[in-house]
């Protein structure tokens, strides 16, 4: 099956730094790479829909400023949280599109702003 | 407004009995899939559905879409305790351009008890 790797796993850091995600499809070219956002027990909200080569597309309430993200080959994507708060602590998960209809998950990435 | 209705949002049963998950939508879909998530993970794909009444089974699990590709549902016959996750059913929807990108229902938690 298509593999989808996420970097870092789990990552700490203090209010006001800024946090990079890396997202990668290891067996196949994404041209499209989505990320998300999930709360506990709670199903995935869609953020962003990464486009290789162009920008992103947020959706509406995602501030585009702050989180930053990046297309810049067919087998990454990275999602940058820019000067990172608490509330921005949540679990961080990308896909990529397989096939045109199939989207295959990254393990996640746990994000605690202290 | 939810685009696809899924339900139950929690279920607990005892290791043995048989379950249905349903997701529902006023709206065609393209496609549909079902996911499973463990606490902590990325969601694993488990099926796509594309055509109007497809059955496909997956061991005791077996997946239908809707002969109208607005609903579809997730059987589980005698549950398991390695069954405990979250179910997520999300569909591509037609008619819009060619994004790729889901509507995600709102998860099912199945805690399956030995």
């Known amino acids: 099956g298509a593999v989808v790797s996420q970097h870092p796993s789990r990552v700490i850091c203090k209010s006001g730094t800024s946090v990079k995600i890396e997202c990668r499809s290891l067996?196949?070219?994404?041209?499209?790479m989505f990320w998300y956002r999930q709360f506990p027990k709670q199903s995935l909200m869609l953020m962003a829909t990464?486009?290789?080569?162009?920008?992103?597309?947020?959706e509406q309430g995602v501030e585009k400023d702050k989180f930053l993200i990046n297309h810049a080959s067919l087998t990454l994507s990275t999602l940058t949280v820019t000067s990172a708060h608490p509330e921005d602590s949540s679990f961080y998960i990308c896909?990529?599109?397989?096939?045109?209809?199939?989207?295959?998950f990254g393990p996640g990435t746990r994000l605690t702003v202290l | 407004t939810q685009l696809l209705e899924q339900s139950p949002q929690f279920l607990s049963i005892q290791e043995g009995e048989n379950l249905t998950v349903y997701c529902n939508s006023s709206?065609?879909?393209?496609?549909l899939q079902w996911y499973r998530q463990e606490p902590g993970e990325g969601p694993v794909l488990l099926v796509t559905v594309v055509t109007g009444g497809e059955v496909k089974k997956l061991k005791r699990l077996t997946f239908q879409f809707g002969d109208a590709r607005k609903d579809s549902s997730l059987h589980i016959t005698a549950a398991q305790p390695g069954d405990t996750g979250l179910y997520l059913c999300?569909?591509?929807?037609?008619?819009?351009?060619?994004?790729?990108?889901?509507?995600f229902g709102q998860g099912t938690t199945l805690q399956v008890k030995p």
């Open positions: 709206s065609v879909f393209s496609s």
């Open positions: 896909s990529a599109l397989h096939n045109s209809n199939e989207q295959f």
């Open positions: 990464s486009n290789e080569g162009s920008k992103a597309t947020y």
């Open positions: 067996d196949f070219q994404a041209t499209t």
């Open positions: 999300a569909g591509g929807l037609v008619g819009s351009s060619n994004t790729g990108k889901l509507i």
